[in-house]
């Protein structure tokens, strides 16, 4: 692994320690020369991990929509900015360019990103770990939801355990650097169906 794509959120959150956690992340990546690509953005938490991870020597890619750029919504001061036309492409991108993947916490769009990444994990698309940083429990809801999801078998237990949970930033990268993900087949299921309550 030489290059971790972070999703991270456009904003600081509520809490001090979501930017200290964030910066940490920043600066153990730079530590241990592991380059960084993320979404280009200069504010909330993406703007505090690149920023750590220059400061620390680290190499930071940015890859943000052109629209955004115009807004000036990008980091100005990053290793390489890649700038493209669409959401569309610039997670493609950053999807080429990461060798792992870590949600920090965020929005809506920090989400997204991750459960497609781990979406595309589960199919076989790549086999990249794919991670959620965990502080203070705040993916605790979503980890619940992927338990109901695998008792109520829309979710398998081995694909369940392909996500990587850390709840400090030097944790999780071992966990990160050491995990193996197999590619499991996901095969549809063709039930019939006829018959079935509506």
Same mark, same amino acid.
């Given at each position: 692994?030489? *290059?971790?794509?972070?999703? &991270?959120?456009?904003? @600081? +959150?509520?809490?001090? %320690?979501?930017?200290?956690?964030?910066?940490?992340?920043?600066?153990?990546?730079?530590?241990?020369?592991? $380059?960084?690509?993320?979404?280009? +953005? +200069?504010? #909330?938490?993406?703007?505090? =991990?690149?920023?750590?991870? !220059?400061?620390?020597?680290?190499?930071?890619?940015?890859?943000?929509?052109?629209?955004?750029?115009?807004?000036?919504?990008?980091?100005? #001061?990053?290793?390489?900015?890649?700038?493209?036309?669409?959401?569309?492409?610039?997670?493609?991108?950053?999807?080429? !360019?990461? %060798?792992? @993947?870590?949600?920090?916490?965020? #929005?809506?769009?920090?989400?997204?990103?991750? *459960?497609?990444?781990?979406?595309?994990?589960?199919? $076989?698309?790549?086999?990249?770990?794919?991670? =959620?940083? /965990?502080?203070?429990? @705040?993916? %605790? /809801?979503?980890?619940?939801?992927?338990?109901?999801?695998?008792?109520?078998?829309?979710?398998?237990?081995?694909?369940?355990?392909?996500?990587?949970? $850390? *709840?400090?930033?030097?944790?999780?990268?071992?966990?990160?650097?050491?995990?193996?993900? &197999?590619?499991?087949?996901?095969?549809?299921?063709?039930? /019939?169906?006829?018959?079935?309550?509506?």
């Amino acid at each position: 692994m030489t *290059c971790l794509c972070i999703y &991270a959120g456009s904003s @600081f +959150g509520a809490s001090p %320690d979501y930017v200290e956690t964030a910066m940490a992340l920043g600066t153990a990546c730079a530590r241990r020369g592991l $380059g960084i690509v993320y979404g280009g +953005g +200069g504010v #909330g938490l993406m703007g505090a =991990v690149a920023d750590a991870a !220059l400061a620390a020597g680290g190499e930071v890619t940015g890859v943000i929509p052109r629209a955004m750029v115009e807004r000036g919504w990008h980091h100005a #001061g990053l290793s390489k900015l890649i700038v493209v036309e669409s959401m569309h492409e610039r997670k493609q991108t950053m999807a080429h !360019l990461g %060798d792992a @993947f870590v949600a920090l916490p965020g #929005g809506i769009g920090t989400l997204e990103e991750v *459960c497609e990444a781990f979406t595309w994990l589960q199919l $076989g698309l790549h086999a990249k770990p794919v991670g =959620v940083l /965990n502080l203070g429990g @705040f993916y %605790d /809801n979503l980890l619940r939801l992927l338990d109901h999801m695998t008792t109520e078998a829309f979710l398998s237990s081995t694909h369940r355990d392909m996500l990587t949970v $850390g *709840c400090e930033p030097e944790a999780l990268l071992e966990q990160m650097l050491a995990a193996r993900p &197999a590619l499991v087949s996901k095969a549809p299921e063709f039930k /019939n169906t006829k018959g079935a309550k509506k």
